[in-house]
């Protein structure tokens, strides 16, 4: 009796459906797949734009497949931990202390950062420009 050969064709479909589905799943929940959806990640040719996106949600250097589950993993170990907080903090009414402190740990960690924002305004098509600065 002999191992059958590798089925190459029939995991590279179900790959693809696993991604179809974790595609869907992510955007049902809100978050935005980290690459659009008519980007084949089974070639070598990855656009420049998602090469460091698509490589760190890979399973290993090299690797495109499965990408989307690993950030629906992701997402939702993010979205746990997140609900956990507020079931924690609401009823307590202590939910402004902890983003507070969640603010000044962040800035003392960081030394310099700035972040713009832009707003477009649908209404009228103004543009509106923020900038904020963290010491």
């Avoid at 009796?1 to 190459?8: F, G, Q, R, V």
């Avoid at 460091?52 to 499965?66: A, C, D, E, N």
């Avoid at 989307?68 to 009823?91: M, V």
Wanted: glycine residues 2%; proline residues 9%; contains cysteine.
């Amino acid at each position: 009796m002999s191992t059958p050969p590798p089925d190459y064709e029939g995991n590279r479909i179900r790959q693809l459906k696993l991604e179809k589905q974790a595609r869907k799943d992510l955007i049902d929940d809100g978050c935005p797949p980290c690459y659009p959806a008519d980007l084949e990640l089974s070639s070598d040719d990855v656009p420049a734009q998602y090469e460091k996106v698509v490589s760190y949600w890979s399973p290993q250097p090299g690797v495109r497949i499965l990408v989307l589950n690993a950030q629906l993993s992701d997402w939702r170990n993010f979205r746990d931990y997140q609900q956990r907080i507020r079931r924690y903090h609401l009823p307590r009414k202590t939910f402004q202390k902890y983003q507070q402190q969640v603010y000044d740990r962040r800035r003392r960690a960081c030394e310099a950062i700035s972040l713009r924002i832009e707003k477009k305004n649908p209404k009228d098509g103004i543009q509106t420009n923020k900038s904020l600065n963290f010491p």
